[in-house]
């Protein structure tokens, strides 16, 4: 392929690719990770940095293709604000509950059936499911759920959803304000939203607070080993993390809600571009734009906050019924949450010393300690928690920051990556194989059938991945997280 004569290697893990005058775009990846990029993923982020107003891209290492921009990429600008490069899953992120449970606690396979059976009692998977139809699911008042995606994870909302009011203060961000920085355009535009029926079936879609969905998002039991060390040790105190403990990891987004507020974002810049004559950076529909202070960003802007805020709420109601489901089984036990964190979003941050919007899609935000918007938070002196999902297979960790963050726009991956698409993984890999190594490996599912699309094997080899994280001096392993079972969609995936 003519495009990889094209990429430098500058590191060990880093490499640059020059695209006409333009800085070049940064790629984060060892030389095994970067020879896994197709031609698509890499055309796709050529358009990106070519793109109005565009003046960084980062490519991570679990980077492949999607609409309008890889996922696994991440794209700063002062001027423009980009739909694609958020994704049509507004703040799918991330969470973690610690647990005050030793992990061999878990380890009798009734045990962990009990709780896998309270969880799904109380926690749908699947594409358009509710908790209307379960057993013990937490049904959720129109007003409520409404006023979550105004205000995110506020005080009155976490009361009224009995969800514990100092979680917020574990959130990458507890809430989002509108294109002016107040509370009231978001209520404004969702009442615009409503009464033109933007969003289709709004009882449906409200009533998905607090559920998984399909496709890659899952929730999973984890046995947490802090590293070695004395620095590891005091950080994972801070962090909140029980070394030899059972926490929870979570992986969700704005469901239905979202999904139709980028959607209608997406139509909305198309038929603009059409009408107007505009033509699309790359021939490629998807890279749709709208210049800062025009209705059109302002809209976006409102409707990806409103899609921002219940995916907060969506992820801490969802730690809400896990503990709820946990203490089924094992009464008076204790849960923190220790991070909630975004790899679907789009923020003002400063690059190089100016404002400007860093869209971050299929990437987590990576601020080291000492950085100023850490300030006054637990994390001021450590840096944040970074929570990046590998597979069952090879685990998950928590990560940390370093000082070299800064020249990927203080990013990393979220998680491995598609190696395989769906398509291809069904075509190829084994049902058998699949669950037999999840018997090996002793870990219990609620599926029949594990999803062969969701296997192990579908992803890249999550090793080489962290390796070109810690190579490129960007981020480092806290603890390890081994799952003991997975909470999963068996049905077709829905993001």
Request: charged residues 25%; neutral net charge; contains cysteine.
């Amino acid at each position: 392929m003519a495009v990889f004569q094209k990429i430098s290697p500058v590191g060990e893990a880093i490499a640059q690719l020059q695209v006409g005058d333009v800085s070049p775009i940064t790629i984060i990846g060892t030389p095994a990770i970067r020879g896994s990029f197709d031609e698509k993923t890499l055309q796709q982020v050529i358009n990106a940095r070519l793109a109005p107003g565009v003046t960084d891209v980062v490519l991570n290492p679990d980077a492949h293709q999607g609409y309008g921009a890889p996922i696994g990429c991440v794209m700063a600008s002062p001027t423009h604000i980009y739909p694609g490069p958020v994704g049509v899953d507004i703040k799918c992120s991330m969470s973690l509950l610690q647990f005050d449970l030793p992990a061999q606690q878990i380890a009798d396979k009734k045990t962990r059936r009990a709780l896998i059976e309270a969880i799904c009692q109380r926690v749908p998977t699947g594409a358009g499911q509710d908790s209307r139809s379960l057993k013990k699911g937490r049904h959720i008042r129109e007003d409520v759920a409404l006023l979550a995606a105004i205000e995110g994870a506020s005080p009155a909302v976490c009361k009224q959803l009995g969800i514990p009011p100092h979680w917020a203060q574990r959130c990458e961000d507890a809430f989002h304000l509108g294109h002016d920085n107040t509370r009231d355009a978001l209520a404004l535009r969702l009442e615009k939203l409503v009464r033109d029926n933007s969003i289709q079936n709004l009882d449906d879609k409200i009533a998905q607070l607090g559920s998984y969905g399909g496709g890659n998002h899952f929730g999973e039991a984890e046995a947490v080993t802090v590293e070695p060390g004395v620095e590891n040790r005091r950080v994972a105190d801070v962090f909140g993390l029980k070394d030899g403990c059972v926490a929870f990891l979570s992986h969700c987004g704005s469901r239905g809600f979202g999904y139709q507020l980028a959607s209608g974002a997406f139509k909305r810049m198309q038929t603009h571009f059409v009408k107007e004559g505009i033509p699309y950076p790359g021939g490629d529909r998807d890279l749709v734009y709208a210049e800062l202070g025009t209705a059109m960003a302002n809209d976006y802007l409102d409707d990806m906050a409103l899609g921002a805020n219940f995916a907060t709420v969506n992820h801490m109601l969802i730690n809400a019924l896990v503990w709820e489901a946990f203490r089924e089984v094992f009464p008076g036990i204790r849960a923190e949450l220790v991070y909630f964190i975004s790899h679907n979003i789009a923020r003002l941050e400063e690059v190089d010393g100016k404002k400007a919007w860093v869209h971050r899609k299929g990437a987590t935000r990576a601020f080291p300690a000492n950085h100023p918007a850490l300030a006054n938070t637990p994390f001021a002196e450590t840096g944040h928690p970074i929570l990046l999902p590998g597979n069952p297979k090879q685990g998950s960790v928590v990560m940390v920051a370093d000082s070299g963050a800064k020249r990927s726009l203080f990013s990393v991956n979220h998680g491995a990556g598609r190696a395989l698409g769906r398509r291809a993984a069904i075509k190829t890999l084994s049902q058998r194989d699949i669950d037999a190594e999840f018997a090996r490996r002793d870990i219990l599912t609620n599926c029949r059938c594990y999803p062969r699309d969701e296997a192990p094997a579908a992803y890249k080899d999550f090793r080489e991945v962290l390796k070109s994280v810690e190579l490129a001096g960007l981020a480092r392993p806290v603890a390890r997280l081994d799952a003991r079972f997975v909470i999963k969609d068996a049905n077709k995936a829905d993001d």
